[in-house]
Every structure is written in C-alpha cells, then in structure tokens.
C-alpha cells in the first residue's frame, strides 16, 4: 500500500502486475479507495475482464465514466475531450488480454489529460513511457528451508492468517493449533502464497481434514521438476490448484464449469439450463449442479433486482475455456449461447412496446458483454454473420436508450460487411445503420445506407423494411433543415406503419412528425399528433415513446408562449423517463424547466436547472440542438443579467454537483436538495457523486440489496462504494455514515428555488 502510494505520486501511470489470483484488482480498489480525496472529479473502476474485442475499449471506458455517445466523433477523442480537464484517477482492471490497445488507450489520455492518473492491473506491463510497475507479490509464508515456527507465531505470515480466515468461514470454530499448525504452513508454501488458491483450498475443509488436504495436495504436485518450486511459474502453481479443484468436482460439474466459460461476466439460471445443458447434462439438473459449484467457490452468487445471477472469477473462467476447447464442444456450446441470446433479444424486440420497458432494459444493460460475446461469434465464425445482423438490429431501440450509438453502429458495420446477400435481416440492419447514424447528427454515411434498406425492401416487397427506411429518410430530410420533405416523407412513412399494424413505428414517426410540424410552426397539428401518440402511449402502458412525447407537447406549448402548460408537461415526461434513466430526455425537460423559471422570474431556480442539466450535456458528448440551443441562451442570459455574478455561479455550481437522483428530484420539486458540500478539505470532496448518491441511500436506511434495487447496480457493486464510503471518510459503520450525512444536510445551505 506505501509502495503504491509513492508510484502514484510520483508517476502518472502505475500498473500492478503480478500473477493471476495474487490480489492485483484487489490491492487496486484498495488503493484507488484510499488516495480517492486527492483527486477531485474522484476514482473511476473501468473492468476490462469481459471485454473481447479491443475496438470497444475507448467506449468501454466512456461507458464507466457515465459518457453517452450522441456525436459521431471517434469514441478516444470525445474521451479525451471529456478528460482534457478533469482530476482523477482512471482504474483499468484486467489488461493483459488487451494489452497492445490498453497500452495506446493509456499513452493517448496521459498525453491530453495532464491531471489524468492511471492505475492499471495486468498480468504484463503495458510498456509505455513514463509507466511504474509494480510487481504484487504472493501472501508472505513460512520459509520452506527453516524450522517451522510454532502455532501462536504462523498467523504472522499472511498466506497463514488468509487461510485462517477463510477456513473459519466455511468452518467455524477453526483455528490454528499445535496439531494443525504444520500442515497448514505447507499448505500455504505449496500453493506459493497466491490468495485465491489459498481460498479455494481453505473451501474444501468443508469436506476433508487439514491433513488430508495437504495429502491431496502433495500427490497434485508430484510431478513438480526437480521438487524446485521456484522452478516453477506461479501460474502454473495456480493452474495445477485449479487442476486440483476441478478433479473434485463431479463428472457433471466439470462439464457445468467449462460450458459456463462462454458466459462473459455473470448469468442467470435460465441461460445455463439452455446453454450448457445437453443429451449428457440434462436441464432439470443444471440448477443443483449450479449451486454445487456455487457451494465449492467455483461460481459466484450476485444478487441483482431482476434476480440471482452467478459469475465465474476470470481465472476459473479462462481455464473452463481450455477445458472445453480439449473437450471439442466448443463451438457447439458457442453457437448454443449465441442462439440463447439471438432469441432474448429478439423476445425483447418484440415485446418492448408495453409496461414493461424499465425491466428490460435492465435486464439488457446486464447481458451486455453477453450479447457483445454473440455478436464477437457471429462476426467471427464462418456462415454466421446473418444472425450477428439480426441481434445488433433487433437492439436498435437499446443502443438509443443507453447511449451507445457509436457501438451500435460498429456492429452493424462489421455485419453488413460480412452478409451481403439480400435479405430481410440485411435491408433491416440498413436502416437501423442509418438511424443510429442520424441521431448522431452523421447524415453522409447514412444516406447510402438508406438508399440501399430502400431498395432491397422493395426488391424484396418487404413493407415493413420499407415503410422504415422512409421514416428514416424523413428523420435524416428533418436533421438537414429539409422540413418540408421531411413532413412529406414521415407522412409516407405513418400511412405505411399503420398498414402494417407497426405501433411501435408509428408512435416513433408521430415523433418526428410532431418535431417536424412544431418546428414549421404549425402548432395545432404538432399537438394533435402528441396527444394522439400520448393516447396509444396510455393506452398500452407504454414509457419510452410516453416521454418523448410529453417533451415535444412541452416544446411546442414554449414555443407557443404557454409557459405554464410547457411547465407541466416537461415535468410529466420527466416523471415518465426517471424510470429508464434516459438520459437525453432527463436533459430535454430539465432544459424546458429552467426557461419557464426564468420566464416566471424565478432566476436562481433557472441558474441551479442551468448547472443541473450541464452535466448531463457534458456526460453524453451532446448539447441543445434545433432552436433549442437559442432558448439556452435566452435563458442565461436573462438569468445572469438577474442575478449578480457570483449568485449565478454559485446557484449553477450547487446544481451541477447534484447527483442524477437529485437533480430529477429538485426540476420535479418534490423536495429541497442541499448542494453536496465541496470545500477544500470537506470528506464530502472526497465522495464521487455515486457514492455521495449511496451516502444520502443509506442516510434514508436502505439497505445494500436495496439500494442495489434502487439504482439498477449489482449487489456486489453497492457494497463495494459502501465499503469506499467507510474507508475515506474513516468510518467503521452505516450508522456513522447516516449521521454524517444528516449533519452535513443540516449545515448546507438550502437551495429552495425561492
């Protein structure tokens, strides 16, 4: 920890390398939770474990920061950008499978970022100028050469004490003694001090005795060269403890273990019935065979608001991998998961138009490395690409919702690249290409995609493909200025998808018809098309096109002089788009908000919405677009004209700390919010806005699996900032963080929009 701390002060990059299973990502979080006050934008975790392919790294990492592409800007720039003038210090966790782009990624950002530090985990340095490396060594163990020291002195080395604790868990009541001491030192020098082999062999004392344990551990390593240990690398030590570990399981659990590598991060039990069940696994008993491997530390047991997931440690991961490739099942278990996740997101596909959208797309944002590790097999195997096609298209709807366009379209590149043979799955992925395209405000590339999605759909007398590819058309004739083509071809393109029975076409092009006809100036029919979308919107439970909507009405009711109506429809598509979290419309209506504020005089109101929506802006690469970015204008400048300088900076700063949460809560006054205090020095500086988000949680006596519930997090990730909380404020309780929350709530000055 010393050693780590010095590297970072003095060195802008430090990698920990170290052998798999030695503690790197752990010492890492560690650290970053202990140096975190000295960096004022906070620590940020990026974790690269799951990611395959390194063309995602830059948006990996833009996603981790909370950055929402909307421009069509190569993802490295726009981050350094976003970094250009920030503090703080970037977690890259797991490098060493990406390590030549991890390595550019690195020299990139430290040369635009000058207050930018990186600490990055890898089983291999990234080798750039400037780079510390230090190497984590094993848990310290008694010396093989020496006498052993006895039992009340062995816990002094920390390979002993891990164990100790670890055994204890599993059974309690144990300890070190006269009688075990022994064994357990040899225990401990023969898996060479490497955490989690330590812990995967403490498991087993559920099942057999110290020394039977250490038995089964000499006769594994028989084989050893020339009995040198130091002879051989640590990995190999760790391989022969995993060797050892899968030789316990049972037949069926081997297969489980190996056939679960191809999940990437975690999984639920519905997808290891489908995938890794077969004529030799049946289905009806992947589920005890699961919780075998849960109960042998194998697999991972995490607790989400959608249900249990499970996860294999990446170690464990990568040798199920080996596993299955000897067992020749690879592929057949490859193509399994890539069908599995073909029909998920189909399934969503077809039923995102409905009550049930937040539950989705939650669900989504957790399959995501899934559902890139079917694309990553669809794009790489022979004969394969067609369904790569169709599950990059069928997302269209989650790549807008989360923000990640520029993936989305990367996709769908690659896909269409690879298939070319004219079909439904390839004239669909053309307009989605090209709506992805748009709403990045890149016009050139998507207008020959939308000419060739045209054309094959009426090759192929496909209406709904083509009805599509007008609408896009009509949004691409919208984005140039084109209004009254625009007008022409979404008219088109409504009568289409109302013959086809499409709602969801239809309630996406009364949209840009809506936008269309409020921006020409035609209120009344930009109206009725809102409230006949908000109708079938009602009608069907529906929340995504719900909001939409309701900002558009908003809009429109500004642009018309009724402040008052513009007021409460911003706030009622506000209320509609907390749910999903999206961030664009949360940006939308806070904007309408803040100019009805000023408009009504209520100028500190507007500065704090002003500053409240900045960061948002600012998280998603985008800004005001059409004549919004003139009523922005209008608005600060009519505010800082009413407020003297330094109220309107501190009202605007108040706002901008406010954490998303905070910040719907304060535009939707459902109740004062107290700006987080920043003051040099203050412990609350040193909270990144999640954790101060988690702070306030467990102020109101949440706990972590509902706090997990709340925010849409892992259960593993809640605790994680919990325990990130505790360490910089130097805290050991819940209870003390309540009680420092509800003192600084009491200090703070109020900002009550009076």
């Known amino acids: 920890m010393a050693e780590s701390r010095r590297l970072l002060a003095s060195s802008r990059l430090v990698t920990f390398t170290g052998v798999g299973g030695v503690g790197k990502t752990r010492l890492a979080l560690r650290v970053a939770s202990e140096v975190g006050r000295a960096f004022a934008d906070g620590t940020w975790l990026v974790e690269l474990a799951g990611l395959r392919d390194a063309g995602l790294l830059a948006q990996t990492v833009a996603a981790a920061l909370g950055i929402q592409e909307q421009s069509a800007r190569w993802p490295l720039v726009r981050l350094s950008e976003y970094l250009a003038d920030r503090q703080l210090l970037l977690v890259l966790d797991n490098c060493e499978h990406l390590l030549d782009a991890c390595a550019m990624l690195a020299d990139a950002l430290l040369r635009t970022c000058p207050r930018l530090r990186i600490l990055a985990t890898s089983r291999q340095a990234l080798g750039i100028a400037g780079e510390s490396i230090l190497l984590v060594p094993p848990l310290s163990v008694p010396d093989p050469d020496r006498p052993l020291p006895p039992a009340e002195a062995l816990t002094r080395y920390e390979a002993a004490r891990l164990f100790a604790e670890r055994a204890a868990a599993v059974l309690p009541g144990f300890a070190i003694t006269a ?3 022994a064994a357990v030192a040899r225990i401990c020098q023969r ?11 403490a498991v087993r004392l559920q099942a057999l005795s110290v020394d039977q344990l250490l038995a089964r551990l000499d006769d594994r390593y028989r084989l050893l060269t020339n009995g040198s240990r130091a002879a051989l690398p640590r990995q190999q030590t760790l391989r022969a403890m995993i060797d050892w570990s899968f030789d316990l399981c049972s037949a069926q659990e081997r297969a489980l273990w190996a056939r679960a590598s191809v999940f990437a991060e975690s999984f639920d039990l519905e997808a290891s019935e489908t995938v890794c069940s077969g004529d030799d696994l049946p289905r009806e008993s992947v589920f005890d065979l699961v919780a075998g491997l849960v109960e042998k530390s194998i697999l991972l047991r995490e607790e989400h608001p959608s249900g249990v997931r499970y996860r294999l440690l990446e170690t464990i991961r990568q040798y199920g991998r080996e596993r299955l490739a000897e067992s020749g099942g690879e592929e057949a278990v490859l193509r399994r998961h890539r069908d599995y996740y073909l029909h998920r997101v189909e399934q969503v596909a077809a039923a995102w138009f409905g009550p049930d959208q937040e539950a989705w797309l939650a669900r989504l944002r957790l399959e995501h490395a899934n559902l890139r590790a079917a694309l990553e097999f669809c794009l790489t195997e022979p004969g394969e690409a067609e369904a790569g096609l169709r599950i990059a298209a069928s997302l269209w ?13 990367r996709w769908l590149d690659l896909a269409l690249e690879l298939e070319t043979r004219p079909s439904t799955a390839r004239a669909v992925a053309l307009w989605v290409d090209a709506y992805l395209a748009i709403l990045q405000s890149d016009i050139p590339p998507a207008l020959p995609l939308l000419r060739d999605s045209q054309a094959l759909a009426e090759r192929l007398g496909d209406p709904v493909a083509l009805a599509w590819s007008t609408q896009v058309a009509g949004m691409a004739a919208m984005f140039t200025d084109e209004l009254a083509n625009a007008a022409t071809l979404l008219e088109d393109a409504l009568a289409r998808h109302r013959a086809n029975d499409d709602r969801i076409g239809t309630l996406d092009t009364l949209f840009y018809l809506a936008s269309v006809a409020s921006m020409l100036g035609d209120a009344e029919r930009a109206a009725a098309l809102c409230e006949e979308s908000l109708a079938i919107c009602e009608t069907h439970g529906e929340c995504w096109f719900n909001s939409y909507m309701l900002w558009v009405f908003s809009l429109t009711a500004w642009r018309q002089g009724d402040r008052g109506r513009a007021f409460a429809l911003a706030q009622a598509s506000l209320r509609k788009t907390r749910a999903l979290s999206e961030r664009l419309v949360i940006a939308l209506d806070i904007e309408v908000l803040a100019w009805t504020a000023a408009a009504d005089g209520n100028y500190q109101r507007a500065a704090y919405l002003l500053g409240a929506a900045q960061p948002i802006w600012q998280a998603m690469g985008a800004s005001p677009f059409w004549d919004l970015a003139d009523h922005h204008r209008a608005c600060e400048t009519s505010t800082r004209r ?13 706002g901008a700390e406010l954490t998303l949460d905070q910040a719907i809560a304060y535009a939707l006054e459902e109740k004062a919010v107290s700006a987080r205090p ?3 020095g203050d412990p609350a500086a040193a909270l990144t806005r999640r954790e101060w988000e988690i702070a306030e949680l467990i102020a109101e006596g949440l706990s972590n699996r509902e706090i997990a519930t709340k925010l849409v997090i892992a259960q593993r990730t809640a605790e994680n900032h919990v325990e990130h909380i505790l360490t910089k404020l130097g805290f050991t309780s819940r209870t003390q963080i309540a009680a420092w929350v509800a003192e600084h709530r009491a200090a703070s000055t109020t900002c009550t929009g009076q």
């Open 397 to 409: 709807f989650y790549w807008i919702a989360t923000g990640l366009l520029s993936e989305g379209r």
């Open 191 to 201: 898996l060479d001090g490497i955490p989690l082999a330590i812990e995967l062999a």
């Open 179 to 181: 009688s075990n001491a």
């Open 678 to 680: 920043s003051a040099p």
């Open 642 to 654: 009413a407020l003297d300088e330094k109220t309107f900076q501190a009202a605007f700063r108040h």
